[in-house]
């Protein structure tokens, strides 16, 4: 029987399922599971190497993560057949942790590139139109368009730049990975009103953070906490909450706690 | 010997061809020992390997050649013949004053090309003209197997200003074109030689400027061959407050090479060069720069900077990549800067994660790597000429 045609809930837009990855021989996720349905928010969270990067990054495709197990789902579709460029194109986005700089490339050419990559050719005035009004939104001054794609960019700006393409290319699913990472405050608010827009127009969004911090402007529908490599705890928003106060070593001890139950 | 190439050539040039034919006999071909061409060895630019005096005999080998004069420039009082036309004319004394003079016939290349060239062209540009739009020489080499010999002499006057693009085009066979710039005190020029050719052309080409007083040049080099080019630029500064600003590139796939040096040579002091190289190797190509800054000793305030690039496309394409300095004044400001690197896979992954396909992905990237030379060439119909041969060949790819 299928639940979620009956209850009528949404099928999901990423399933991850007993996901297995290595770099360099190094294994990094060690089966995780994440199931995301249309106009979701999830905040991953974790520390520093507990796979929450890698994650986004295998789900995007990047060349060096090998996939070990496990399957990935986009929209039904086998996502691990598909390789980087048609996951863009079938609405799949990241912003990267570490945006990379393409010296040479004015951002305007870039974008427009990019725009035409998606099938959405737009004519040169229109797009000038939609540039501006997408630099205003992002407090992004028009002197940009000309500049070097984050050639020489300060981190706010590049993840400015980073949320600026997400509006633009409009996908279906974004996986935002630390864009939080780096920003003052009110260039976090910035951003935040961006992926609020993105998230408003209907785009599912895998938030990948550190920091609690983020979550006080960009609301999740589900909290998950990574812990070497797989989903130690999900909850709801007020996991965030509880993780501030109470640390990662709750969630550790937690898990230590729960595998001497199930031993 | 009978070396005459044009109909009633005067005294002057059968002298001066007598006088490179023997040079040209006598001088051993220089080989890899001669740093000029420890990467490719001159025999290679010669059909049979050796400079013979069947080669200097040889029948002259067609040359088609068109050129593009704009009607500003001929308003302007300049003059743009095919060389035996511009030897027949009132120009033959001037003619005689240059050729030969500034790029020298010291080895047996040189030599040869002066004693054996059958075409090319003459620019006179007269002193205070100045003209905005491009001069263009087209040549195409024809006969496979055989020498085309090419000569150009553009003379640029007092406070005058002109810009001359030489399109060679060596389809099969083989080509050597050497031309000679001459700007008078306060000139300003731009020479730009685009090469291109098949992959059974082989081409040597030298490019030698005479820079006077407060005279400005740029002389700019893009090279997309699909055989074998060796390619010189040499400039002189001869006056103080000259100015040099050199630009190229290369663009080499499949079983291409390109071996470009650029030698800034300054003479005298208060003088400025700036090199800017970009080199994108594809496939099994290979492709080298060398630059010289050379400052005489008596150069002092010479200002020289140097700045080559190269980018690898395949683990089997080889680039070569060295600057080298020659500097024997103590107060001088030069910097010189080379780097050779692959392809920025995560920059791949990026913008292929914007939707863009692999091939589009590098074909962003190299434009990008190749872009400050792109911006700086002095008409823009070459650097679309030049995204559209890297798109296709990337494409291809």
């Not at chain 2, 500097?327 to 913008?351: K, M, Q, S, Y």
């Amino acid at each position: 029987m299928n639940h979620e045609t009956n209850t009528g809930v949404a099928a999901p837009i990423l399933e991850v399922l007993g996901l297995r990855a290595s770099i360099s021989g190094k294994p990094i996720l060690n089966g995780v599971d994440l199931v995301v349905r249309p106009g979701e928010v999830h905040a991953i969270m974790g520390r520093n190497g507990s796979g929450k990067s890698t994650l986004s990054n295998v789900v995007m495709g990047h060349p060096a993560y090998v996939v070990d197990g496990g399957e990935i789902r986009y929209q039904g579709r086998d996502l691990l057949r598909m390789d980087v460029t048609e996951r863009a194109r079938a609405g799949i986005f990241l912003a990267f942790q570490y945006p990379v700089a393409i010296p040479g490339v004015g951002v305007a050419q870039f974008l427009r590139s990019a725009l035409r990559a998606m099938g959405r050719e737009v004519p040169a005035r229109e797009f000038r139109k939609q540039l501006s009004a997408a630099f205003a939104d992002l407090g992004i001054p028009d002197s940009f368009a000309t500049r070097h794609v984050n050639d020489g960019f300060s981190g706010g700006e590049k993840k400015r730049l980073e949320i600026l393409q997400m509006l633009l290319l409009q996908p279906k699913l974004a996986l935002l990975d630390e864009t939080d990472s780096g920003l003052d405050i009110d260039a976090l608010r910035t951003v935040a009103a961006g992926i609020n827009r993105a998230i408003a127009q209907g785009v599912s969004v895998v938030l990948v953070t550190h920091y609690q911090r983020i979550l006080e402007y960009v609301r999740p529908d589900h909290v998950h906490v990574f812990l070497d490599g797989r989903v130690a705890m999900s909850g709801g928003p007020e996991l965030a909450t509880q993780l501030e106060s109470r640390g990662y070593e709750w969630v550790e001890a937690d898990a230590v706690a729960s595998q001497a139950v199930s031993a | 010997m009978t070396l005459q190439r044009f109909e009633n050539e005067p005294a002057f040039l059968a002298d001066l061809r007598a006088d490179a034919a023997v040079r040209a006999l006598d001088l051993p071909l220089p080989d890899r020992a001669t740093h000029r061409f420890r990467f490719t060895e001159a025999a290679a630019l010669l059909p049979g390997g050796a400079c013979t005096r069947e080669l200097l005999e040889a029948p002259v080998v067609a040359v088609d050649a068109s050129f593009d004069v704009p009607d500003e420039a001929v308003a302007a009082g300049v003059r743009v013949l095919p060389f035996g036309q511009a030897l027949a004319s009132d120009l033959a004394a001037r003619i005689g004053e240059s050729l030969g003079e500034v790029s020298g016939m010291d080895d047996a290349l040189l030599a040869a090309n002066l004693a054996m060239f059958s075409a090319g062209a003459v620019v006179v540009v007269p002193d205070g003209a100045r003209v905005e739009a491009p001069i263009v020489l087209r040549f195409r080499t024809g006969d496979g197997g055989r020498l085309s010999a090419l000569r150009t002499l553009v003379l640029v006057g007092a406070q005058a200003k002109a810009t001359v693009i030489e399109e060679l085009d060596v389809p099969a066979g083989f080509g050597a074109a050497v031309t000679e710039v001459v700007l008078g005190p306060g000139a300003t020029a731009t020479h730009a030689r685009l090469e291109s050719g098949g992959p059974g052309g082989v081409a040597f080409t030298r490019a030698a400027y005479q820079v006077d007083r407060d005279a400005s040049l740029q002389h700019v080099h893009i090279l997309m061959p699909e055989g074998l080019v060796k390619v010189e630029a040499a400039p002189v500064i001869r006056g103080p407050g000259g100015r040099v600003e050199g630009l190229g590139m290369a663009f080499t796939a499949g079983r291409a090479r390109a071996d470009f040096r650029a030698v800034e040579d300054h003479a005298v002091g208060d003088s400025e060069s700036r090199v800017t190289w970009r080199a994108v190797a594809a496939d099994r190509s290979r492709s080298i720069f060398t630059g010289l800054l050379r400052i005489a000793p008596g150069a002092a305030r010479s200002q020289a900077f140097e700045e080559a690039r190269s980018l690898l496309l395949s683990k089997h394409a080889v680039a070569e990549t060295i600057p080298e300095l020659e500097i024997l004044n103590h107060d001088v400001r030069c910097t010189h800067g080379a780097a050779v690197a692959p392809v920025d896979e995560e920059a791949v992954f990026f913008l292929r994660s914007r939707g863009l396909t692999r091939s589009d992905a590098y074909a962003m990237l190299v434009e990008g790597f190749v872009e400050p030379v792109l911006s700086g060439l002095p008409v823009a119909a070459m650097a679309d000429r030049v995204r559209d041969r890297l798109r296709t060949a990337l494409a291809a790819a």
